[in-house]
């Protein structure tokens, strides 16, 4: 309960800091009216939308199962950044239209030191909160959270990016790169929406653990299923923080159903030791049942 809250509670601060962000970048174009920092905007506004969705998708994923879901909500995060991923390649839609327009009648931003002082200072906020978003979201496992905090280590790129070309626009008075500079911000941010659409629909998809949580379980079972003859179509999936495992546990046929009770127990318990937040559906056969492959435990 007390993560379950923490993680609310994190993705409420990340709202928080998304609005305050924005405001300064806001600042920043209205002091300078340059292109290339009103593309740097218009990227925090899908920051605050990011926020409010993964706050939303954060709260309905610790549901608990009932029996319209009875696998849980967890998939709600995959959801969030799916949108966030739609949300963030519309805003690179609009940034480059204003990069046309802007490339077609280039005009030199004002006030610059003003400007560039006030997304140095929102730069620097969002670098040091999207570093412990991440920690955080990798630990808790979740998607939401993590998604949020890859946009917003976008949104820093991006920032850099639009400061020192701002002063490269100043100090060469080349009006038309304040555009190009626009136009760049926004093919970094379809990419950065491309990869969070990517990585969230193979949540969709139940994929597998990765290749080393993997290996941790076939190597769990192999250790700990002593008086059983084989395990065999091993399976693994991911929904959010949860990792369902399911496996046919060959047995003896004169075993007793006490003692393959006791074996799967044993197996199920270490498991849990190895993987977070785990689900386990073992099923007993008999021998006849082998097909010497998978795990072979005698």
Partial sequence: MAVTN???????ISLGVGILVLGLK??????????????????????VVTA????IAVRLSQRPADASLPYGYHKAEYFSAVLVGVMIIVAAILILREAYFGFINPELPEAPVEGIAISVVATLINLGWAQYLRRYGNRVRSPALVADAKHLMTDVVS???????????????????????????????????????????????????????????????AQNADGAIEAHDIRTRQAGKLTFIDFHLVVPGAMTV?????????IEAKLREAVEDVQITIHVEPENKAKHAGIVVL
């Fill in 6 to 12: 923490r993680t609310l509670t994190i993705a409420a």
């Fill in 26 to 47: 806001l600042l920043a174009w209205r002091f300078t009216g340059s292109i290339a920092l009103y593309s740097d905007a218009l990227e925090s506004i899908v920051n």
């Fill in 52 to 55: 409010i969705l993964a706050l």
């Fill in 159 to 221: 920032t850099f990016g639009v400061i020192v070309g701002l002063a490269l626009v100043y100090m060469t008075g080349i009006a038309a790169l304040d555009a190009v500079l626009a136009a760049l911000v926004a093919l970094n941010i379809l990419w950065s929406g491309w990869g969070v659409i990517r990585e969230s629909v193979g949540g969709l998809m139940d994929v597998a653990v990765p290749p080393e949580t993997q290996k941790s379980i076939k190597d769990v079972i």
């Fill in 258 to 266: 006490d003692t393959a009770h006791k074996i799967c127990d044993d």
